[in-house]
């Protein structure tokens, strides 16, 4: 079996590139064979990408997010713009809106997600969304911006109205799940699962944080816990373990317009 990590923060598990390649051979011995690198800055991503270009297994996203408004850096757009064309750069963001920490103001995020929204379309990449407490801005937001190659709730966290809204709609979204699913008191996740089509479902470790129930004792979490993710949820969803990997598999790589 072979899991795709589609969100991790490896410059977040360690800052010593060394460790973070350790990181990711663990993970590859774990069966995670390809994992999509976020950062939530710009200072951040240029950092990591230089350590972690060579790995052919590792995939990129570029984007400000939105605990980063009130410093985006200068030229930020151009920033951007101009690391999409790097090597195995595959998606804006993860950008969104926070409300639940109040990072600057509600104008200034919005302004913020939409400027990225814009360039992803610009560069026919799916977007990364972060969202926390504003999933009704979000929501009217992408109803309008989203980009043609579609968007990816990481780290899913409304209920499953919310998502049965998404759904509705013509939009090209996928629903991405983290450790917390496997708690058991994440009731209004596990009822989302299961309202969620499979073909839509992705998984990711969100590391370094979301440590799966299985790994509670842990400082952090690493790409190599997926397993334990998918676990839990083949077993929500009374799926064969192999043939639920496979069907994730082929989810992330549609979601990142990746080959199988």
Same mark, same amino acid.
């Given at each position: ?48 990408? !230089? ?38 750069? =595959? ?9 639940? @920490?109040?990072?600057?103001?509600? @104008?200034? !995020?919005?302004?913020?997600? =939409? ?57 090209? =979204? ?72 496979? !069907? ?13």
């Amino acid at each position: 079996m072979k899991f795709f990590d589609t969100h991790a923060h490896i410059g977040l598990i360690y800052d010593d590139p060394i460790e973070q390649l350790r990181v990711i051979q663990q993970a590859k011995q774990a069966g995670v064979t390809r994992i999509v690198s976020i950062n939530n800055s710009l200072r951040d991503f240029k950092k990591v990408y !230089q350590t972690l270009k060579s790995r052919t297994e590792i995939y990129h996203a570029v984007g400000v997010a939105p605990s980063e408004v009130l410093t985006p850096g200068s030229n930020w757009q151009k920033i951007i713009e101009e690391s999409l064309s790097l090597e195995r750069v =595959i998606a804006v963001g993860e950008t969104g809106l926070d409300y639940y @920490k109040q990072f600057g103001d509600k @104008k200034s !995020q919005i302004e913020l997600f =939409i400027a990225q929204l814009d360039i992803a379309r610009r560069h026919n990449l799916p977007v990364i969304i972060h969202n926390r407490n504003a999933g009704n801005d979000v929501f009217d937001i992408l109803k309008e911006r989203i980009p043609d190659a579609g968007a990816i709730f990481h780290c899913y966290s409304e209920d499953a109205a919310f998502a049965r809204k998404c759904l509705q709609t013509d939009m090209n =979204i996928y629903f991405s799940f983290a450790g917390n699913l496997t708690y058991r008191n994440a009731r209004n996740l596990h009822e989302s699962v299961l309202n969620i089509p499979v073909d839509r479902i992705l998984i990711e470790t969100e590391s370094p944080f979301m440590i799966p129930s299985e790994y509670r004792e842990r400082k952090r979490t690493m790409p190599a816990y997926l397993p334990s993710t998918a676990r839990f949820l083949a077993e929500m969803l009374n799926m064969d373990l192999e043939k639920l990997s496979e !069907q994730l598999w082929e989810n992330s790589c549609k979601a990142f317009n990746l080959p199988l």
